[in-house]
């Protein structure tokens, strides 16, 4: 079934490092991707999205670009802020559009 | 729009009792889902609907149900209540048809704890 792999977290920065996490998926046709993410005590809300190969997302200086070849969709920053830290989710959607299928997530901490 | 809401925020129960977590959104979306979050996971998905009257189990059904009158309305009934269901329950809402992708809207979440 189709399924999202992200690498493990926790992630722990300095103030202004560049950021990536990994996400790559299965899938059998053509999901819509997403990022999603979630700050402490609070709901996820979506980040940014993309929903054809080749699109790149991108908000708040995040971006990540749907890659159909290695079917990948990493997220990257230049310079992450303290403001950053959250857990970030990966996600597709389901073949049948009537579900998202979440990866496990990873905690990232940014330290001044 | 004041969006997805949950009652309650908290909640504390006894082994056995049995209690309804609600749901409401007013954008209008036809598809509804209800996950919970236990410590340093990510979600697992408990039972979702695509319209009203219509519900689908999802990864992790069993000890909860839910109802779907009403387009806005998406409540989840824990009935004798165990502590394995202590979690973190998130309901979410999106629009979706095979046209349209589907980013979905969460909840704040009602942390609930079963002792």
């Known amino acids: 079934g189709d399924s999202v792999t992200q690498m493990e977290g926790p992630v722990t920065l300095s103030e202004e490092a560049f950021l990536t996490i990994n996400c790559t998926y299965t899938?059998?046709?053509?999901?819509?991707l997403f990022w999603y993410v979630q700050y402490p005590g609070e709901g996820l809300q979506l980040l940014l999205k993309?929903?054809?190969?080749?699109d790149k997302g991108s908000n708040k200086g995040f971006e990540a670009t749907y890659r159909k070849e290695t079917t990948s969709f990493h997220l990257e920053k230049g310079s992450v802020q303290v403001s950053d830290s959250a857990v970030y989710f990966c996600?597709?959607?389901?073949?049948?559009?009537?579900?998202?299928?979440f990866g496990p997530g990873t905690s990232l901490s940014v330290i001044p | 729009n004041a969006g997805v809401t949950q009652t309650p925020k908290f909640r504390i129960l006894k082994i056995g009792q049995s209690m309804t977590l609600q749901c409401t959104q007013d954008?209008?979306?036809?598809?509804m889902y209800w996950y919970r979050q236990d410590p340093g996971m990510g979600l697992k998905l408990i039972y979702y609907?695509?319209?009203?009257?219509?519900?689908d189990k999802g990864e992790v059904p069993n000890g909860y149900n839910v109802s779907r009158s009403t387009t806005e309305d998406f409540p989840l009934r824990l009935e004798l209540a165990a502590p394995s269901q202590t979690s973190v329950y998130f309901c979410?809402?999106?629009?979706?048809?095979?046209?349209?992708?589907?980013?979905?809207?969460f909840g704040p979440g009602t942390r609930l704890t079963v002792l």
């Open positions: 979410a809402s999106s629009y979706s048809d095979y046209d349209l992708y589907n980013e979905q809207f």
């Open positions: 899938a059998t046709g053509y999901p819509s």
């Open positions: 993309a929903t054809k190969a080749d």
């Open positions: 996600a597709l959607t389901s073949r049948s559009y009537d579900k998202v299928i």
């Open positions: 954008m209008n979306h036809n598809y």
């Open positions: 609907s695509v319209g009203a009257g219509i519900t």
